[in-house]
């Protein structure tokens, strides 16, 4: 996944900015994430990705100040099937970097310790 963020040191370990953290783009749903790999020069994280155990639907009732009540159950084998579905169409997999980044409305990764490329 690409990665937006603000890199703060790499030396010797990478940080994040407090208030701006490392991260991989806010596409995917509603799954969690764990990091695989990362690669600042090429500003993407692997990722391994999984559903949500529950998942959140209208009940078509409103509270007293006129807003939806949802409410919480577990997730259908179908639906986390689903959920990962759509993490992978969310993904560098089906998606350009660029497409992703217009998608979630990012920035790019900020790194002021990014090598030039040797092309």
């Not at 900015?17 to 790999?37: H, T, Y």
């Not at 990362?38 to 990722?47: G, K, P, T, V």
């Not at 998942?55 to 959920?83: F, H, M």
Request: aromatic content about 4%; some cysteine; charged content about 35%.
């Amino acid at each position: 996944m690409p990665l937006t963020g603000t890199v703060k040191a790499i030396d010797p370990c990478i940080i994040g900015e407090k208030d701006d953290p490392i991260r991989p783009l806010d596409v995917m749903g509603n799954v969690a994430w764990r990091m695989i790999s990362l690669d600042l020069d090429a500003e993407e994280m692997e990722i391994e990705v999984t559903p949500a155990d529950e998942v959140g639907y209208d009940t078509g009732e409103k509270d007293e100040q006129g807003k939806s009540i949802w409410v919480n159950r577990l997730a259908t084998p179908e639906e986390r099937a689903a959920l990962i579905e759509n993490a992978r169409d969310h993904s560098l997999e089906r998606m350009s970097a660029q497409a992703l980044y217009a998608l979630s409305k990012s920035k790019r990764l900020v790194n002021p310790f990014k090598r030039a490329r040797a092309d």
